[in-house]
Each structure stands twice: as C-alpha cells, then as structure tokens.
C-alpha cells in the first residue's frame, strides 16, 4: 500500500509517501508545497497545482490529512481550512480514501507522546526510516501522518481478517 500524507498549511503544505507491506514500511518521497501569488485564490491554487503533481508523480493509492486545530486567530483558522479543504480535494479527485487524524493522535502514534513537538516527530520519522533526507517540518509531519495511517490501515486490515474468519 503506498500512503499519502498531508499536513496542510495555505504558506506552506507538506507531504510525504511511504510503502507499507505488511510491517515494512519504505520511504518513497517527500517535500513541500510552497503556495505562490499575492491573493488567497491565487495561493490556494498553486497548491492545488503541486499537489495534484505530487500525486500524479508518486501514485498513492490511500491518503491520509491532519485535522486542523483551532487556534485564537480566527481569520488564520479559516484560511488554513481552506488550505485544508485543497488537501481534501486533491486525493478525492484522484479517487483515493482519505483520512483524517488528530494532530495528537498523529503524535501519540509515532512519538507515543500526544503532545510532543516538531523535534520529536522528525526524530521519530527518522528513528523509523533510517537515512531518510526530509525536506522540512512540515514534511516531517506530512510523514508522520502517513505513518500514523499505516499503524491504523494496518489495524483495520486484521480487524476485517478477524471479523471474516469468524464468519462476521
């Protein structure tokens, strides 16, 4: 199963792809988007653009986004769920499932700590892929996404085995 995951910003928006065979996990790529113009339609569409690139170079087949968090600003929050709702968009277009995750459940999963910091995650990511060049944090955290997806794929995965052995 090759993995997509996104952490969305409107200024900068990362993603990362692994491989999941069984408990193997394999880095494939990583980067960030980086949003270009001077209005929010113009940015928001720049990263459409990259990500839908990003998505027709490495061919995901599931996808995986944090879930925005609310913070004091307002008018922040809701330019980020735009942003958001393009790395929604993107993978549906291609006709992918995409999931959702807390950014503490991201943590926890990878870090076992839900409310680590960036440090933590990228060192994290690093600890389970060996040698992995990361592009930036936000890469970091667009990997750890997807690596939180493939603990969670692979649960439902035996959970389905279980349930269809059982004869349910």
């Not at 990259?50 to 986004?65: H, I, K, S, Y």
């Not at 600890?127 to 990361?134: A, F, H, T």
């Not at 936000?138 to 690596?147: E, Q, V």
């Amino acid at each position: 199963m090759r993995v997509l995951g996104i952490d969305p910003g409107l200024r900068n928006m990362g993603w990362g792809v692994i491989d999941v065979n069984g408990s193997r996990i394999s880095h494939v790529a990583n980067g960030i988007c980086h949003s270009k113009g001077t209005d929010l339609a113009q940015r928001l569409l720049s990263l459409h653009s990259q990500l839908t690139d990003v998505l027709a170079r490495w061919a995901p087949e599931t996808a995986a986004v944090e879930q925005t968090f609310v913070n004091k600003d307002a008018v922040a929050t809701l330019k980020l769920g735009q942003a958001r709702g393009i790395a929604l968009l993107v993978p549906a277009q291609a006709g992918l499932d995409v999931a959702e995750y807390a950014p503490n459940q991201v943590k926890k999963t990878v870090v076992g700590v839900g409310h680590a910091d960036k440090k933590q995650v990228d060192h994290m990511v690093r600890l389970q892929m060996p040698g992995v060049q990361i592009a930036g944090a936000d890469a970091a955290d667009a990997l750890a996404i997807a690596l939180c997806h493939a603990h969670f794929a692979r649960s439902a995965d035996r959970l389905g085995q279980a349930l269809a052995k059982a004869g349910l």
